[in-house]
């Protein structure tokens, strides 16, 4: 008999627990003498039919997270409680959405201008400003956010300084500016760094060299923010254009937090002076291990995908790995909302017995690493999904959905949404993304990098009430993973069951040999490793040789699971990189044959031990 999970249903509203939870973020405090403290939201959207704002240039977004960064580093500061509440900015569609998504309406909108001119006309929070030049100094705006984060400053431009503070004393007003009597008029911050003078004619290099010698002990964990190299089309991988605009989303919470930003192409090219520097940022001994890296490392687009994105691989020491963030926005506000105080509450999955007469599959939907995705395309598959559901039960088949730990404490709302929605639809379940923890190739971690890295997951896996994870490793990694590292989980049994992505994905996994699984016994639980099947959709355009099975139709995806061998225990990784959508599954799902049975990750745990408990392997 494998283990059963419950859970009671919902009782209420699934909006219910998200209202409980954002009252700790909508309402941070009730300050003195006045009413509770609500949310601002900063409009630096494009101009549109129902916005004025015009949107934020490049220089203007960079202050404005900046000040959302420091405003929202702490709750009820002087500069919230001067605006009226925490700070959130809109930057696209998606951050609309999520205001809906959990009831949020803002007591106010602030055109960008009127909201830097209160941040920097609040002295106790925001102590000075950092003067750049945006066009020669673009490649260093990572370093920049990280250099506002420990100097509790803000990166202005010369103009956006004279815009802000004309002359004649105070910030410039603006017709939505708050205008608060009782409190005196302060004097715009001082100049209290002067980039453009002592970092003239530096590189990104030596920036950030010069951060790591003097700023790094001030830091938590590092962030990789591309400033403007168009990396996919280049045709010097080395050498890409710098032809973009940079993507400043995640500035805020690189200032809220601390994070160590930067960007060097070449950073994991052995033999380069970025790699050697690298290599020193690895082994600084201010971050935990495993190293969190976040934004993005899309340096070395090579066939048709990047190379470090996983971090593992780019030094020596083995010990990165990657919290994809890149574009994802307002984590400086979504993590004023405590960590949930007890694990997530997932939808039911009862035992399932094993019948040899049945194909039994799982079907996960992948890219939950990745926060940005979380942010935007899956949210939207989400309420896809639910509308689905409503209109008909019968076709609500269970659904896994990939889904980070992170959000536990940069967006704990979001996972509170993301729940409830699966409680909405009864069908919904959830598990760890690669490799759990964060993003990378975990059998490359030196032995004491591997177990922080167990231990951390493990506990991801508690908070979210889940068993399995999806993990990546090289393809010429598998049997030292199996013999190494994946035991390691079967110590304390949380996590049971792993399905595992290979690099490059089109080649088989030896290992495995013809069956879906295998199952690793030597400690105190067996843990089951499920063999590689990763499905991208019918898109084959670009795609790499020998990569044709994980291009199906849905007809031929369903037409494979079909002609599976009766009593197979197997599962479908669903990723987007050919186009792959929520109709491409049920599609598929619409086209399977009465004798397969979809079924959730941890009954598919389950159901390969029933199965090799009868001597099958």
């Known amino acids: 008999m494998g283990q059963q999970r419950t859970a009671p249903r ?57 000040c959302a960064g420091l405003m929202n580093r702490t709750p009820n500061n002087t500069l919230a409680r001067a605006i009226g509440g925490a700070c959130y900015v809109l930057n696209d569609d998606a951050d609309s959405d999520w205001l809906d998504n959990l009831e ?8 960008p201008k009127d909201f830097l001119s209160a941040c920097l006309s609040n002295g106790q929070v925001v102590k000075g400003y950092i003067k750049y030049n945006y066009t020669a100094q673009q490649k260093i705006l990572p370093n920049l956010l990280t250099l506002a984060a420990v100097l509790d400053a803000v990166p202005l431009e010369e103009a956006l300084v004279r815009a802000l503070t004309p002359p004649g004393g105070g910030a410039a007003a603006g017709p939505q500016q708050p205008q608060h009597p009782q409190q005196p008029q302060q004097p715009p911050p001082p100049l209290i760094f002067d980039a453009v003078e002592k970092f003239d004619g530096w590189s990104a290099h030596d920036v950030t060299a010069y951060m790591l010698a003097t700023h790094a002990h001030a830091c ?27 993507n400043l989303a995640l500035g805020d919470y690189v200032v809220k937090a601390r994070l160590f930003a930067f960007y060097m192409v070449n950073a994991c090219i052995v033999g380069t002076k970025e790699h050697a520097l690298m290599k020193q940022i690895a082994a600084d001994k201010t971050w935990s291990r495993p190293v ?55 939808n039911p999955d009862p035992h399932v017995p094993f019948n040899a007469s049945r194909t039994y599959v799982a079907l996960i939907v992948g890219d939950g690493d990745n926060l940005e995705y979380l942010q935007h395309t899956r949210m ?27 959000p536990l404490y940069v967006a ?16 919904d379940y959830f598990t760890l993304p690669p490799m759990g923890y964060v993003m990378s190739y975990p059998s490359m971690f030196p032995a004491d990098v591997q177990a922080a890295a167990v231990a951390a997951l493990e506990e991801q896996a508690r908070m979210l009430a889940v068993d399995t ?33 290979n690099v490059p994905f089109m080649l088989p996994v030896l290992e495995f040999g013809r069956e879906s699984y295998k199952v690793l016994h030597g400690a105190a639980h067996p843990v089951v490793m499920f063999r590689p099947r990763e499905w991208r959709g019918s898109n084959s355009t670009g795609a790499p040789p020998l990569s044709k099975a994980n291009y199906l139709t849905p007809t031929e995806m369903a037409a494979e699971l079909n002609t599976d061998p009766r009593g197979t225990v197997t599962h479908i990784y669903l990723t987007s990189d050919g186009g792959a959508s929520l109709d491409t599954l049920y599609d598929m799902v619409g086209a399977l044959d009465e004798h397969v049975s979809i079924v959730s990750t941890h009954q598919l745990v389950d159901l390969a031990l029933q199965r090799s408990a009868t001597g099958v392997q």
């Not at 039919?49 to 490049?58: E, H, K, M, R």
């Not at 704990?412 to 069908?427: H, N, V």
């Not at 990546?472 to 992505?501: I, K, N, Q, T």
């Open 104 to 111: 949020i309406v803002p007591i106010k909108t602030l055109r």
């Open 469 to 501: 994870t999806v993990s990546w490793e090289w393809f010429y990694d598998w049997a030292r993973g199996f013999s190494h590292y994946y035991p390691r989980y079967g110590a304390a049994g949380l996590v049971r069951g792993v399905f595992a992505v």
């Open 220 to 246: 938590t964990t590092l962030a990789m923010m591309n400033p403007g190299y168009d990396t996919t089309h280049a045709a010097r991988a080395w050498e890409p254009p710098f032809t973009l605009a940079p």
């Open 380 to 406: 939207q598959w989400m309420r896809d999904r639910v509308g689905r559901c409503a209109a008909d039960a019968a076709t609500c088949f269970p659904l896994v959905w990939s889904i980070s730990g992170h």
């Open 412 to 427: 704990p709302p979001w996972l509170q949404w993301y729940y409830a929605q699966a409680r909405a639809t009864g069908r």
């Open 292 to 346: 969190r890296v976040f934004g993005y490392n899309d340096a070395w687009f090579v066939a048709g995908g990047f190379l470090f994105e996983a971090q593992t691989t780019c030094v020596p020491g083995h010990n990165l790995g990657a919290v994809a963030s890149a574009g994802t926005s307002n984590l400086s506000f979504f993590s004023l909302a405590p960590p949930p105080a007890a694990p997530l509450a997932p």
């Open 10 to 66: 919902a009782t209420s509203a699934p909006v219910l627990s998200v209202l409980l939870a954002m009252s700790a973020l909508c309402v941070v405090c009730v300050c003195a003498g006045g009413p509770p403290q609500s949310v601002v939201a900063v409009d630096c959207r494009a101009s549109t039919s129902s916005s004025s704002a015009g949107g934020c240039d490049s220089p203007t977004a960079l202050a404005v997270q900046a």
